[in-house]
């Protein structure tokens, strides 16, 4: 039988990347509006009533009205934005997060997508802190950066219109970003990370940064202990990958115009730090190729169907 999806936000930088997974999809069938009913609320009501599966690619408060909208309870959904990422009644759409996450996720009538930030952060600490590795009283300080494609039509318009020139900024500086609930909550940390964010001047792509004082831990765990754990956590992810070789050199388009992500692992052993990237696209794993992976299994389907790894 084939699986109706509704789009609503079709026409944003997220809904068109989902769009293009599922264009060439025989398995799904999508529902459309065209350009003068997509902010008609009724056509609106009736396409989110009518879809066996609903992708919010909206602004927050806009995701909200569009689930008040739904008056079924068969259509499920999954939100891209980041209105329900901490809220009860959602399920994480993270797969890879806990042992059974993607059982959850599989059943769950109600999904919210991760953020970028928070997938890269989260891929790499969430193992070592379930594990012990990483004391989950501890401050962790989150360096990132994506391309400017992160912040929406906005962002793009400033950086591809000329107003934008720098290579890199930083910004968030009042330590308030609206992910850090988030990456608090499913990193199952005692205090707020401290998150550093930045843009670069490039369409696509993301680096984020984890630096751990090994020796400072109460356990004090080796980085050849830390590299086992996650190791074996990805070992047969298809999606999550550790890199092989050399991490002397790690670029923001290393995974870029894919829905990958890698892990990285670096450090020095004398001193007892370790030094932990994930490299992943902002607009795939980081938004669009999460948001089909969680249909996927939600629809029984296999989870890389689509997806460009």
């Known amino acids: 039988m084939t699986i109706s999806v509704f789009i609503d936000g079709a026409a944003g930088t997220t809904g068109l990347e989902i769009g293009d997974r599922l264009a060439a999809r025989r398995d799904l069938a999508l529902i459309s509006l065209d350009d003068t009913q997509r902010k008609d609320t009724e056509a609106r009501r009736q396409a989110l009533n009518d879809a066996d599966f609903v992708i919010l690619c909206l ?3 806009a995701a909200r009205e569009a689930v008040a909208l739904i008056d079924n309870d068969r259509t499920r959904v999954i939100d891209a934005s980041t209105a329900f990422r901490t809220a009860d009644g959602w399920t994480y ?5 806990e042992p059974g996450q993607a059982n959850a996720i599989a059943t769950a009538a109600r999904v919210s997508n991760p ?12 193992p070592l802190i379930r594990a012990g590795l990483i004391p989950a009283d501890w401050v962790l300080s989150v360096n990132a950066v994506s391309g400017y494609s992160g912040g929406g039509k906005s962002m793009i318009a400033e950086f591809e219109g000329g107003g934008e020139t720098t290579a890199f900024r930083a910004y968030a500086m009042a330590l308030a970003h609206k992910h850090v609930p988030e990456m608090q909550k499913h990193a199952r940390l005692a205090h707020p990370p401290l998150f550093l964010p930045a843009v670069a001047n490039r369409y696509r792509g993301m680096v984020v940064e984890v630096a751990l004082p090994l020796h400072a831990f109460l356990r004090r765990p080796s980085l050849a ?37 890698t892990i990285r692992i670096s450090g ?5 730090q370790a030094r932990l990237t994930a490299t992943l696209d902002n607009l795939g794993k980081g938004a669009a190729g999460a948001a089909v992976q969680s249909l996927n299994i939600m629809a029984g389907i296999e989870p890389t169907t689509g997806l460009n790894l």
């Open 59 to 61: 602004p927050d408060d």
């Open 93 to 97: 759409g993270f797969p890879e997060l």
């Open 115 to 126: 953020g970028c930030y928070p997938t890269g952060f989260l891929a790499l600490v969430r």
């Open 225 to 261: 202990a830390c590299e086992a754990m996650l190791r074996d956590v990805y070992r047969d992810s298809p999606i999550i990958r550790l890199a092989e070789g050399d991490a002397a050199l790690v670029r923001i388009e290393d995974d870029a115009e894919t829905d990958r992500l």
């Open 268 to 272: 020095n052993s004398d001193l007892g």
